[in-house]
């Protein structure tokens, strides 16, 4: 506990930066759950020939809520763009990465009111949601360790 207590930042802004980054692990749960919702009921809604304006509505906050876990996240894992664990590298930058590519598709379905519905929102969602479920993988590895699925 004293290790850790010398090593919090001394000044207002360190501090408040350390608290926000400390949000990152229950941000993330935003986009993880909204993703796979929309791209189910995107997929459900094109094949009755449903409109999709909520599913819409749920890819533009999801992405802001990718977004804001990216920026909680480098918070959280220091502003440095190399780190010494090469588990905790890959989740730095594939969740940089999925956060740029949700951040782009919801601003896409934002404003383009048509491409919620199309093939390639189809696409994009279901690789945002494979995406997904390797960086739970690397940031669950990060913090309880590789064999933390282990049977």
Not at 25 to 47: D, E, G, N, Q, S
Not at 81 to 97: E, S
Not at 112 to 140: D, H, K, P, T, W
């Amino acid at each position: 506990m004293e290790e850790m207590e010398a090593q919090a930042p001394k000044t207002f802004l360190g501090r408040l930066t350390d608290w926000f980054g400390r949000m990152h692990p229950f941000a993330v749960h935003f986009p993880i759950a909204l993703f796979p919702v929309a791209f189910v009921a995107l997929v459900l809604a094109r094949r009755r020939g449903e409109t999709v304006e909520l599913i819409r509505a749920l890819i533009v906050v999801a992405g802001a809520a990718s977004m804001l876990a990216g920026i909680l996240g480098w918070l959280n894992g220091g502003l440095t763009v190399t780190d010494t664990d090469p588990i905790l590298q890959w989740h730095r930058w594939l969740g940089t990465a999925l956060a740029l590519l949700c951040g782009a598709v919801a601003w896409r379905a934002w404003r383009r009111r048509e491409a919620a519905n199309g093939r390639a929102m189809v696409y994009l969602l279901g690789l945002i949601v494979s995406l997904l479920l390797v960086q739970g993988f690397l940031g669950a590895s990060v913090t309880h360790g590789m064999d933390h699925l282990a049977f």
